[in-house]
């Protein structure tokens, strides 16, 4: 079992930065992939960015350029760094977790605001 828990999230205005953490505790030998999603009411989940346990990245095209994912593999932490935010990033931000078994774990969740 593999137990995600998010932090990080709250109210920034436009154009500002915020880091969003996710702990990894538990079984993380078998976690091949860790993903970030973010939704809001009435949308579908979108992926926001992927890091896999050798480091390799990729981010989803509306946040290419503004947001960069990493690991720190000390700590069983995976990090989300967003800047120059906007309106449109406003969501409920969670920490996904894929495994070698095709199993997949989740956090709770963060919210991030983004308003003036």
């Known amino acids: 079992q593999v137990q995600l828990v998010e932090s990080g999230g709250g109210l920034v205005q436009p154009g500002g930065s915020m880091r969003l953490s996710c702990a990894a505790s538990g079984s993380m030998f078998s976690i091949n992939v860790i993903n970030w999603f973010r939704q809001t009411p009435g949308k579908q989940r979108e992926l926001v960015a992927t890091?896999?346990?050798?480091?390799?990245?990729n981010y989803g095209d509306s946040v290419k350029g503004r947001i960069t994912i990493s690991r720190d593999n000390a700590k069983n932490t995976v990090y989300l760094q967003m800047n120059s935010l906007k309106p449109m990033d406003t969501a409920v931000y969670y920490c996904n977790g894929h495994d070698s078994y095709d199993s997949d774990y989740w956090g709770q969740g963060t919210q991030v605001t983004v308003s003036s």
């Open positions: 890091i896999t346990r050798d480091g390799r990245t």
